[in-house]
């Protein structure tokens, strides 16, 4: 049986396919096992930078598996929720390339992405209560990525929207014509590469917090958690800024 993601390494980039087009993959459990598998192993191999999440097919996610039966799974079963924990708790940037409509849970594994180019022919949409499902957990997780007016449209109305109605209201950050996808996509690994890996780490944790404890909370996070010039990839970056040459953490070609 052919595994539904695929996954490979070239040049410091990790990148996951979902690869089930033929149920537009949707999240089968067989899929989320292997897609949390190329995570785990795309996160402990110390060479790898950047992770890129894409998809064939037309469709990158149809999200839930509505024809499996959900209450045959076993305890050791891998969750949707748990998959999407692991994104936004991941060291290294994740980077969507939504090459296909996300509806559903699909949608939000786009907009879970550190940053998600779109195709903008693609249609996304969180679209769940029209099935009469309250998706509180999925609202959790996004609560802190969406304004209020933006949440209250993408989950009450749970329209399948156009690509650029997505990037407004959050769900993605930009959408490109198909060719122009490949591009845009690796202009932000590009610029991902070049950041210093403890350092993104570092920062994302702090974008998440302060995002989540408001400003005051923001505040007291940054003047705990503040890296300086003394740190080991500060001084490096402040060398090769002085010596006109690529940092040591960007992979060389």
Not at 93 to 104: D, F
Not at 173 to 178: D, E, F, G, S, T
Not at 206 to 232: I, R, W
Request: aromatic share 4%.
């Amino acid at each position: 049986m052919t595994a539904p993601t695929s996954y490979e390494v070239t040049a410091g980039v990790a990148t996951i396919t979902l690869d089930a087009a033929a149920n537009r993959n949707a999240f089968s459990q067989a899929l989320l096992r292997s897609l949390m598998a190329d995570l785990e192993a795309a996160l402990a191999d110390g060479a790898v930078r950047v992770i890129v999440l894409t998809n064939t097919g037309t469709t990158f996610s149809a999200g839930a598996d509505l024809k499996e039966d959900h209450r045959s799974l076993g305890p050791d079963a891998v969750s949707f929720a748990a998959v999407v924990a692991a994104i936004d708790a991941s060291p290294k940037p994740i980077v969507g390339r939504i090459a296909g409509h996300a509806a559903g849970g699909g949608a939000v594994l786009a907009a879970a992405c550190d940053i998600a180019v779109a195709v903008d022919t693609a249609r996304i949409g969180i679209t769940e209560v029209r099935l009469g499902i309250a998706p509180v957990p999925v609202a959790a997780m996004m609560a802190h990525r969406m304004g209020r007016r933006q949440l209250f449209e993408a989950f009450l109305a749970a329209d399948m929207m156009p690509a650029a109605r997505a990037v407004e209201l959050g769900l993605v950050n930009v959408a490109v014509p198909a060719e122009h996808l490949d591009a845009t996509v690796a202009h932000y690994v590009d610029a991902l590469v070049k950041g210093a890996p403890q350092a993104l780490a570092a920062t994302k944790t702090a974008l998440q917090a302060m995002v989540d404890t408001g400003v005051a909370g923001a505040g007291a996070y940054a003047v705990a958690n503040t890296v300086g010039l003394g740190a080991a990839e500060a001084k490096e970056g402040v060398a090769a800024f002085l010596g006109k040459r690529p940092p040591a953490w960007v992979p060389q070609s």
